[in-house]
């Protein structure tokens, strides 16, 4: 059973983009002592994924229980901040968590101790965290349905394959936090997501950083081998440990599976804090919900 949750000082933020002036970011800081100095304090980023936001899936769930100050914000071109939505944005969403990190750091004196992210989330916080010296200081990386293979995005979109051959574009439309959503994806853009370096994760990703792999076998929008592939290349570092958790019954947003996530990060961050992380499958106590039982073989 889910622990309750903290209370906690809410603030929403809009931070002026140094290299995008008409597209200001827009999140939330969660403090767990407002009234205490920041200078120094711990904070931690919640990334959201394509087409998502700031509150989406298991995000606030993991802000408001957290032990430790949270920020959470929406990237540009996502719901409450402005700005041009790219398919193959990444180094942009990039640039955003270090606008965020500039804030953070130069308005509160935060330290960012943590980064959990999801999907897309997941790929430009790792390009930021292998190309921040900012980055040092993070001790945990929490990767949630991340994609490696960038390429196989095509796999992903097959039902707007037709269009993108005869008209070299498509149109998707969705709903984000209930408003209708709307972007011309053209073939350029998919060839750009398709050929995105990711390997940087091998070499430039911090040695010190504990890492935490969730991704569901259900998932079908990235294939769950991703994060086995994300487990080799974390677990080749040292002295940073990495756990992967691969769970039966998730698909790619862990739909009807918020709680038990955010279960498994919090008591994950409590391992990290006391020290006693060790690299492997996640195995702890929490089980994970499925209606089917496996007797013992």
């Given at each position: 059973?889910?622990?309750?949750?903290?209370?906690?000082?809410?603030?929403?933020?809009?931070?002026?983009?140094?290299?995008?002036?008409?597209?200001?970011?827009?999140?939330?800081?969660?403090?767990?002592?407002?009234?205490?100095?920041?200078?120094?304090?711990?904070?931690?980023?919640?990334?959201?994924?394509?087409?998502?936001?700031?509150?989406?899936?298991?995000?606030?769930?993991?802000?408001?229980?957290?032990?430790?100050?949270?920020?959470?914000?929406?990237?540009?071109?996502?719901?409450?901040?402005?700005?041009?939505?790219?398919?193959?944005?990444?180094?942009?969403?990039?640039?955003?968590?270090?606008?965020?990190?500039?804030?953070?750091?130069?308005?509160?004196?935060?330290?960012?101790?943590?980064?959990?992210?999801?999907?897309?989330?997941?790929?430009?916080?790792?390009?930021?965290?292998?190309?921040?010296?900012?980055?040092?200081?993070?001790?945990?990386?929490?990767?949630?349905?991340?994609?490696?293979?960038?390429?196989?995005?095509?796999?992903?979109?097959?039902?707007?394959?037709?269009?993108?051959?005869?008209?070299?574009?498509?149109?998707?439309?969705?709903?984000?936090?209930?408003?209708?959503?709307?972007?011309?994806?053209?073939?350029?853009?998919m060839e750009e997501f398709a050929n995105f370096d990711s390997s940087l994760v091998w070499d430039y990703f911090p040695k010190k950083t504990h890492v935490l792999t969730l991704h569901g076998l259900k998932d079908a929008v990235v294939p769950a081998y991703d994060g086995i592939i994300y487990s080799r290349?974390?677990?080749?570092?040292?002295p940073g440990t990495h756990q992967l958790y691969l769970i039966e019954e998730a698909d790619h947003n862990f739909t009807r599976m918020q709680d038990h996530v955010t279960d498994?990060?919090?008591?994950?961050?409590?391992?990290?804090?006391?020290?006693?992380?060790?690299?492997?499958?996640?195995?702890?106590?929490?089980?994970?919900?499925?209606?089917?039982?496996?007797?013992?073989?």
């Open positions: 059973m889910s622990s309750p949750i903290t209370s906690k000082k809410t603030s929403k933020h809009r931070i002026e983009h140094p290299k995008d002036p008409n597209s200001p970011l827009t999140g939330v800081l969660e403090q767990v002592a407002p009234d205490e100095p920041t200078q120094g304090r711990r904070i931690a980023l919640l990334l959201h994924g394509s087409i998502g936001h700031k509150d989406y899936l298991f995000l606030k769930r993991v802000a408001l229980r957290l032990p430790i100050d949270s920020f959470r914000f929406d990237f540009r071109g996502n719901f409450e901040s402005p700005g041009p939505w790219r398919m193959a944005g990444f180094d942009d969403d990039a640039e955003d968590i270090s606008a965020v990190v500039a804030y953070l750091t130069s308005k509160f004196g935060y330290v960012v101790d943590l980064i959990v992210a999801h999907s897309r989330g997941v790929v430009a916080a790792i390009r930021w965290m292998c190309t921040a010296q900012e980055a040092q200081s993070v001790r945990g990386f929490v990767n949630a349905s991340g994609r490696y293979r960038m390429d196989l995005i095509y796999d992903s979109h097959k039902s707007f394959l037709e269009d993108l051959e005869k008209h070299g574009h498509f149109i998707r439309n969705e709903t984000v936090a209930r408003q209708p959503w709307s972007a011309k994806i053209m073939k350029k853009d290349a974390f677990a080749a570092r040292s498994t990060i919090l008591e994950w961050f409590a391992l990290m804090e006391s020290g006693t992380l060790t690299t492997g499958i996640w195995h702890t106590g929490i089980r994970e919900p499925s209606q089917v039982r496996s007797s013992r073989l």
